[in-house]
């Protein structure tokens, strides 16, 4: 079952497109959202969630095919986090606690006051005087205290010390006992998805280039060091971004059996994190 089925979607902006998009997030699990700055995650974002309408293509969100009409439901299921708080500056968490008590059907006002205790974040100053990290912690709190069984999270760590990183790396573990859960998590910061994410997804200049389990990605992928004098033609067909230098090449593979087969100690295999991956493939896209 997925949370998000996105079929052929596709979007054309000045100057950016989203292309073909295909897509599942299966419900029930974390999944990490990956790709350079300007590669696509916000806008797609975006439309998941109806600020953007797409040229062509379906989205079905948790089992809504007519996102329009289902809105306010959806809206209701969904906890939304983006890097910089939207909220209105001259409230103060005490008021703008009123506002979406109002909005969500299943508010949990002990909830949402809980979560600012835990997180340290003062009630009664103007959203407007907390720090870029506490308005991130303000909107967190607001996004898990109604219930919602997906989390969409746009770059919610990139603006918190690292101490709440990681305690908000173990809420949203803690989040994931519940089944029902189903978390999309956008970052830059790839080495928390390797501690939670159970897929990723990365985008590339508005193209989705894969959608992997992460144990099956880095059971995939491997990082492969040699000597020159191996580095035939043949040899390059199983290497992906061959970068050289004067101490030999490095690249990665899916191929690393074979080359060890072929070559033995002569190659260096090591697994490789999530940000090596990105970097492999973009070497290889910009002809590496
Ligand atoms: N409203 C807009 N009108 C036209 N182009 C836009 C608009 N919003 C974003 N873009 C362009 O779309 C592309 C993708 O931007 P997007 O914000 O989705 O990337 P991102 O992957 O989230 O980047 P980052 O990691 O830097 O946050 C960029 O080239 C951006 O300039």
């Known amino acids: 079952m997925n949370a998000i089925e996105l079929k052929q979607l596709n979007k054309k902006m000045r ?27 916000t806008t797609l974002i975006n439309h998941l969630i109806g600020l953007k309408k797409e ?68 009630t009664s100053s103007k959203i407007a005087r907390l720090s870029t990290g506490e308005k991130v912690k303000l909107s967190i709190a607001a996004a898990l205290s109604h219930e919602a069984e997906l989390l969409i999270l746009d770059e919610p760590t ?47 200049d508005g193209e989705i280039l894969f959608n992997m389990e992460l144990e099956t990605l880095t059971e995939t992928y491997k990082k492969v060091k040699g000597p020159f004098e ?13 970068k050289t230098s004067s101490l030999g090449f490095q690249a990665m593979t899916k191929e690393s059996r074979i080359l ?8 260096l295999i090591e697994p490789v994190t999530i940000d090596e991956v990105m970097y492999y493939i973009k070497h290889q896209k910009r002809g590496g």
Do not use: C
């Not at 100057?15 to 959202?33: A, Q, W």
């Not at 209105?88 to 809980?114: C, H, R």
């Open 15 to 41: 100057n950016f497109k989203l292309k073909d998009i295909n897509l599942k997030i299966p419900k029930g699990y974390i999944t990490g959202f990956i790709g350079e700055n300007g590669s696509g995650k």
């Open 55 to 122: 040229d062509s293509g379906t989205i079905e969100l948790l089992g809504f095919e007519d996102i329009e009409s289902n809105r306010v439901e959806l809206l209701n299921r969904i906890g939304i986090v983006f890097s910089e708080d939207n909220f209105p500056q001259k409230e103060t968490a005490v008021s703008l606690e009123k506002t979406l008590k109002m909005f969500y059907k299943n508010w949990n006002s002990d909830q949402f006051y809980q979560y600012l205790k835990r997180f340290g974040v003062e």
């Open 158 to 204: 990139s603006n918190l010390d690292p101490t709440f990183r990681i305690e908000f790396l173990e809420l949203l573990q803690e989040l994931m006992m519940d089944e029902e859960m189903t978390i999309l998590f956008s970052t830059h910061i790839t080495s928390d998805l390797e501690h939670i994410a159970d897929y990723i997804v990365m985008i590339d």
């Open 230 to 242: 191996v580095l035939d033609d043949e040899i390059k067909e199983l290497l992906i971004g061959v």
């Open 260 to 267: 060890e087969e072929l070559f033995g100690s002569k190659v």
